[in-house]
């Protein structure tokens, strides 16, 4: 079964420091694309990164690192130099073929990221 | 400005009532979708939509129905069918049912009582 899973609920990190927020996810496919979006408070979700199954490269965009471990079936996020306005939701999720045709993206229960000052 | 909007941003409703949630995008978009989400879990899909006139059923559809007579347009409507209708509702378009990224609407929060 394909599926996302995401241990840690909430993570706390000092401003300006890195942290990673750690995913899991199972699939028999052999291609899949892996993904992370924020939730502020507000409810909009705001694509982050994504990372292709078959990309060598790990994915970066910004302070955003994609940590893409094929082998272990892993894709952490991390985020360097912490600001404030980091505080938010964060939801890694996969792409994948749905039973009906097309694609379709799972999606993890989330970690709440807290940044202090 | 092009994006998808989702209105209201609030609901609220009696048990036993159905309620339409709007859901527009002006990104010329061929696929569209609707995700439900509960407090502290993922988005989950409910219907989808890759071209107009067409739609399916994803994980959660019971309870539920949509329309799409217009490529900008994907109303989801909750029927008296649903047993916990109370979630967050999220519309999200992508440039086709292939492409990875899909933008997201701001949400409307339904409040059955």
């Known amino acids: 079964a394909q599926k996302i899973t995401q241990t840690q609920p909430g993570m706390f990190v000092q401003e300006k420091e890195a942290v990673t927020l750690d995913c899991t996810y199972d699939?028999?496919?052999?291609?899949?694309?892996l993904f992370w979006y924020k939730q502020p408070s507000s409810g909009e979700m705001i694509f982050l990164i994504y990372q292709g199954s078959y990309d060598e490269q790990n994915a970066t965009e910004g302070r955003y690192s994609l940590n893409f471990q094929k082998a272990r079936k892993s894709a952490n996020l991390v985020i360097s130099a912490s600001q404030l306005g980091d505080s938010a939701m964060y939801f890694c999720a996969m792409r994948a073929l749905y039973n009906t045709g097309g694609f379709k993206t799972i999606f993890g229960a989330g970690t709440r990221l807290f940044v202090k000052a | 400005d092009g994006g998808i909007t989702q209105s209201p941003k609030y609901l609220f409703r009696k048990e036993g009532q159905n309620v339409t949630l709007s859901c527009e995008q002006n990104l010329n978009h061929d696929a569209m979708y609707w995700y439900r989400q509960d407090p502290g879990q993922g988005l989950r899909l409910i219907y989808y939509s890759q071209i107009v006139n067409d739609f399916q059923k994803g994980d959660i559809a019971e309870g539920y129905s949509v329309s799409r007579e217009k490529k900008e347009s994907f109303p989801l409507t909750v029927t008296s069918a649903q047993k916990n209708p109370t979630a967050f509702y999220l519309c999200?378009?992508?440039?086709?049912?292939?492409?990875?990224?899909?933008?997201f609407g701001p949400g409307t929060r339904l409040t059955v009582t």
């Open positions: 699939t028999s496919d052999q291609s899949y694309g």
């Open positions: 999200a378009s992508s440039v086709d049912g292939i492409s990875y990224e899909q933008y």
